[in-house]
């Protein structure tokens, strides 16, 4: 279950499977109160305060974050180097102890992956082309392939996104969706010629065909929820986002 928490007097989010394994890895999700990523000139200096005291909180260092650009593809890269900067990629497995890395989102599905045997933790930002692209399925294969990492000991969590009853696309999008899992049971709703995919849906079952067994939705969604997070379809375009903060414990 994911639940509220505070820095500094500003909401953040968690995941409570997650925080069981705090010793190891830290993570969290910024709010509207709490937010550090935007384009708005008038919000930057309380973005930048933030993630000052967001990273402070967290004990993460300029030197230890690899910070990427996402793309919205289905790349992921493997995190060594800190401090680095890599481009073109919407996912990032760190395996070395000190390490640590911020996505955004605002509307798309955040997902992170632990291996609880190896120490090895990923963040995926799934957009829809990210998601079709298998992003959630690629990322254990990695871990598997780079980490000899078993799905039976990964955890996962799914972050706040956007809810089916607001994601509302093509029918190009439900195909490519829909070629992404084996069994696309109860993943979409179909009303008056249009459809509506359930993208946290979607990622939970590429893990779960994996052979991902526990793994922990968040409940909150940002169209809906939108007095607590950003979304970019209810706010037209908004550049506000949600990050996804996480870092290995040294």
Same mark, same amino acid.
């Given at each position: 279950?994911?639940?509220?928490?505070?820095?500094?007097?500003?909401? $953040?989010?968690?995941?409570?499977?997650?925080?069981?394994?705090?010793?190891?890895?830290?993570?969290?999700?910024?709010?509207?109160?709490?937010?550090?990523?935007?384009?708005?000139?008038?919000? &930057? @200096?309380?973005?930048? +305060?933030?993630?000052? #005291?967001?990273?402070? &909180?967290?004990?993460?260092?300029?030197?230890?974050?690899?910070?990427?650009?996402? *793309?919205?593809?289905?790349?992921?890269? =493997?995190?060594?180097?800190?401090?680095?900067? =890599?481009?073109? *990629?919407?996912?990032?497995?760190?395996?070395?102890?000190?390490?640590? *890395?911020?996505? @955004?989102? +605002?509307?798309?599905?955040?997902?992170?992956?632990? /291996?609880?045997?190896? @120490?090895?933790?990923?963040?995926?930002?799934?957009?829809?082309?990210?998601?079709?692209?298998?992003?959630?399925?690629?990322? #254990?294969?990695?871990?598997?392939?780079?980490?000899?990492? &078993?799905?039976?000991?990964?955890?996962?969590?799914?972050?706040?996104?956007?809810?089916?009853? /607001?994601?509302?696309?093509?029918?190009? #999008? &439900?195909?490519?969706?829909?070629?992404?899992?084996?069994?696309?049971?109860?993943?979409?709703?179909?009303?008056?010629?249009?459809?509506?995919?359930?993208? +946290?849906?979607? @990622?939970?079952?590429?893990?779960?065909?994996?052979? #991902?067994?526990?793994?922990?939705?968040?409940?909150?969604?940002?169209?809906?929820?939108? /007095?607590?997070?950003?979304?970019?379809?209810?706010?037209?375009?908004?550049?506000?986002?949600?990050?996804? $903060?996480?870092?290995?414990?040294?």
């Amino acid at each position: 279950m994911f639940y509220i928490d505070s820095v500094d007097n500003k909401k $953040i989010l968690k995941s409570s499977l997650l925080s069981e394994f705090s010793e190891k890895f830290k993570h969290l999700f910024t709010t509207r109160e709490s937010f550090i990523k935007t384009k708005a000139p008038a919000l &930057h @200096n309380t973005a930048k +305060a933030n993630r000052d #005291v967001l990273l402070r &909180h967290l004990n993460i260092t300029s030197d230890s974050l690899i910070e990427i650009n996402q *793309t919205h593809s289905a790349n992921i890269a =493997i995190g060594a180097k800190t401090p680095d900067f =890599i481009d073109n *990629t919407d996912g990032i497995i760190l395996y070395k102890p000190g390490s640590a *890395t911020i996505l @955004n989102f +605002a509307d798309c599905t955040p997902i992170i992956l632990y /291996d609880t045997k190896n @120490n090895i933790l990923a963040g995926l930002h799934g957009g829809w082309r990210g998601t079709a692209g298998r992003i959630s399925a690629l990322g #254990v294969k990695l871990m598997k392939e780079k980490f000899n990492s &078993h799905p039976g000991d990964i955890i996962a969590a799914i972050g706040p996104c956007i809810g089916q009853e /607001d994601f509302e696309a093509g029918m190009e #999008v &439900h195909k490519a969706l829909k070629d992404s899992v084996k069994d696309n049971e109860g993943l979409f709703k179909f009303r008056n010629d249009k459809v509506f995919s359930d993208l +946290a849906k979607i @990622n939970t079952r590429q893990l779960t065909e994996e052979g #991902v067994k526990t793994i922990d939705t968040c409940h909150f969604k940002t169209y809906k929820d939108n /007095d607590l997070f950003f979304s970019y379809r209810r706010e037209n375009g908004t550049t506000n986002r949600i990050s996804l $903060i996480l870092s290995l414990v040294k």
